[in-house]
T-cell receptor
């Protein structure tokens, strides 16, 4: 088991461009989460998948953001028409479906810089 | 509104100088209290889960404790490699996990 992986690790883009990030969760984990983290802050929840179903989206997730998890495996997060305020670390996490086990295991993150 | 507050924002210690990090939470129905370690430019690394008041967990030089309103991360005889940001997070059920802003720990040799 190699843990949660994310690609790319770094992305520099110009304002107005679209970007897409990929997350591969731990193989037996059916729950997948996306967070955004800015400097000096903790991760902020963006969206949550259980298997292939997107069950919750934060109000932070504007209509420029879209996430998918086809077939309940990897997930993608797309940001359209990027703005400088989108610059942040985008983190993906996954967790198992156990009753009491809500621990989330994080990937290394994708650092987005919008110029 | 559910809230998690960590203090201090930053903590500077000499190697071997024990101390504690505080996490205060105000949430409706705590299901689990998590501690994570985050190194610069990396994702958070899971450390502990605490489920009920009075529970304690240990790992090497770290010990986490939980009361009905707070959690503490005690660091005994820290080493420079313990330098990192420590994040506290409260789960209120299912996907709902709220993170604090973290405490940045610096341990000087």
């Amino acid at each position: 088991d190699t843990g949660v992986s994310q690609d790319p690790r770094h992305k520099i883009t110009k304002r107005g461009q679209n970007v897409t990030f990929r997350c591969d969760p731990i193989s037996e984990h059916n729950r997948l989460y996306w967070y955004r983290q800015t400097l000096g802050q903790g991760p902020e929840f963006l969206t949550y998948f259980q298997n292939e179903a997107q069950l919750e989206k934060s109000r932070l997730l504007s209509d420029r953001f879209s996430a998918e998890r086809p077939k309940g495996s990897f997930s993608t997060l797309e940001i359209q028409r990027t703005e400088q305020g989108d610059s942040a670390m985008y983190l993906c996490a996954s967790s198992t479906p156990g009753q009491q086990t809500y621990e989330q295991y994080f990937g290394p993150g994708t650092r987005l810089t919008v110029t | 509104e559910d809230q998690v507050t960590q203090s201090p924002e930053a903590l500077r210690l000499q190697e071997g100088e024990s101390s504690s990090l505080n996490c205060s939470y105000t949430v409706s129905g705590l299901r689990g209290l998590f501690w994570y370690r985050q190194d610069p430019g990396k994702g958070p690394e899971f450390l502990f889960t605490l489920y009920s008041a009075g529970e304690e967990k240990e790992k090497e030089r770290l010990k986490a404790t939980l009361t009905k309103k707070e959690s503490f991360l005690h660091i005994t005889a820290p080493k420079p490699e313990d330098s990192a940001t420590y994040l506290c997070a409260a789960n209120t059920g299912g996907f709902k996990t709220i993170f604090g802003a973290g405490t940045r720990l610096f341990v000087k040799a």
